[in-house]
């Protein structure tokens, strides 16, 4: 037996709950896995809530991410006693996921649990860490450097954010952090922020080009958050976009991409080969100490997640929330 959210719809309605399950009951797939913690994101919360079409497959066991210890495998690469973190690959939503005692997994979603940190630090982490990871690699990739200006982060006080602005302020980035908590700006320039603005000075209609102001950019926001970014992007510069907080619209022109070089750079972490995973998770190894961590992230039981995940659609949650299995 298991404990495990399981979530259903039927002609009944929506159902969310919380009980033990026969180990029968997972679903197929050649790694039987202990989950140790995993965490409550975005889209968790969407599903536990059924306040966004996150499940496509009924019943399900939400829960995105999760690192732990493998109990069983029949995949080649992992043995019992293997340290294992997961993130994205469809679990939670196709393929029962990690908000669960108990997990079965097919071992090519799984990659090593970096030494550097435990099964909670990874948590604590989680797939926002890993998404803010991907967007400063694709910073990199195109090649903008600190020395050319500054960097917005937008939805800074949010998982994805918190992870960005203690990224890019680790790497000598003059960090710009927009959020709609100013009350939350000791905690960002804890972070490493050098300066904190008020989001709503992004979130309305916008002129196509604007004051140039960024050498790059992290958007987790969208809608006229990320057109008035790309509008104030410097010549030459990128904006990494890998969030939809405030709408899934772009109202914008080609104005800042033909006139001013600007790269919009698409920022997926469900599905990203092995080899993205790996360089994103040895980013967040090189560049992120534990103590950074106690200030981004708090844990919650295993039960609470249900209540955290309305709290979290609230915007009353700053940084992470890591379940405890």
Same mark, same amino acid.
């Given at each position: ?12 309605? +929506? ?11 997972? %679903? ?6 202990? /989950?140790?913690?995993? =965490? ?28 732990? =210890? ?21 679990? #939670?939503?196709? *393929?029962?996921?990690? $908000? ?16 550097? +940190? ?17 967007? @400063?690699?694709?910073?990199?990739? *195109? ?38 908590? $100013? ?12 300066? /904190? ?20 950019? @992290?958007? =987790?926001?969208?809608? *006229? ?13 990128? /904006? ?10 772009? %109202?914008?022109? @080609? ?42 992230? *708090? ?15 609230? #915007? ?10």
């Amino acid at each position: 037996m298991f404990t495990a959210w399981k979530l259903n719809q039927t002609d009944q309605g +929506f159902s969310a709950t919380l009980a033990a399950w026969p180990d029968e009951e997972l %679903p197929a797939g050649d790694v039987t896995v202990a /989950v140790e913690y995993s =965490t409550l994101n975005y889209k968790d919360a969407l599903a536990l809530t059924n306040r966004g079409p996150v499940v496509r497959r009924w019943p399900m066991v939400p829960g995105i991410d999760g690192a732990g =210890t493998v109990l069983e495998s029949t995949h080649a690469d992992w043995q019992p006693g293997d340290r294992w973190v997961l993130n994205g690959w469809g679990v #939670g939503e196709t *393929h029962w996921g990690c $908000l669960s005692q108990r997990a079965r997994l097919n071992g090519d979603w799984l990659i090593r649990l970096p030494k550097a +940190f435990t099964a909670r630090q990874a948590m604590a982490l989680g797939t926002a860490g890993y998404t803010a990871a991907l967007c @400063v690699l694709a910073i990199e990739r *195109h090649g903008a450097l600190p020395a050319q200006g500054s960097v917005l982060v937008t939805g800074a006080s949010g998982g994805v954010g918190s992870v960005a602005v203690a990224l890019l302020a680790k790497m000598g980035w003059k960090v710009v952090a927009s959020t709609g908590k $100013l009350q939350e700006e000791a905690y960002l320039r804890a972070l490493g922020a050098a300066e /904190v603005i008020d989001r709503n000075t992004l979130s309305s209609p916008g002129k196509p080009l604007q004051k140039e102001r960024w050498a790059a950019v @992290v958007d =987790t926001v969208g809608s *006229h958050t990320l057109a008035n970014a790309c509008a104030q992007t410097r010549w030459g510069g990128v /904006v990494a976009a890998c969030g939809l907080a405030g709408g899934m619209d772009f %109202p914008t022109t @080609v104005a800042p991409f033909i006139l001013r070089g600007v790269t919009l750079a698409g920022i997926d972490s469900v599905m990203q080969p092995q080899s993205a995973r790996c360089k994103a998770w040895q980013k967040l190894a090189d560049l992120i100490d534990a103590p950074m961590l106690d200030q981004i992230a *708090h844990d919650i039981p295993l039960d609470q997640a249900q209540a955290a995940a309305q709290e979290l659609l609230d #915007g009353k949650v700053r940084g992470r929330l890591v379940v405890k299995i």
